[in-house]
């Protein structure tokens, strides 16, 4: 999960997750990294329900997409 700025800056919100097991992906849609290019996170987790006595043991992936415009 490591080697990228903007993982820095998730990390504190990730409360609660085993980080070594949230997976963060960085890309640019159009391509280029750059002023007014989007840029585009994902990060994704595995999920454990607690209640595996109703619905066994399965494992889920949970996963979040964000895609923002580079303004600064």
């Known amino acids: 999960m490591d080697g990228h700025p903007i993982v820095a800056v998730i990390r504190p919100y990730l409360v ?41 043991s399965p494992t889920f992936t949970l996963s979040a997409l964000s895609t923002m415009q580079i303004v600064h």
Not at 19 to 41: C, D, H, I, R, Y
Request: hydrophobic content about 35%; cysteine-free.
């Open 16 to 56: 609660g997750l085993d980080l070594s097991e949230v997976t963060v992906q960085v890309s640019w849609p159009e391509g280029e990294n750059g002023l007014e290019k989007p840029v585009q996170v994902t990060v994704s987790t595995p999920y454990r329900p607690i209640m595996t006595f109703i619905f066994g």
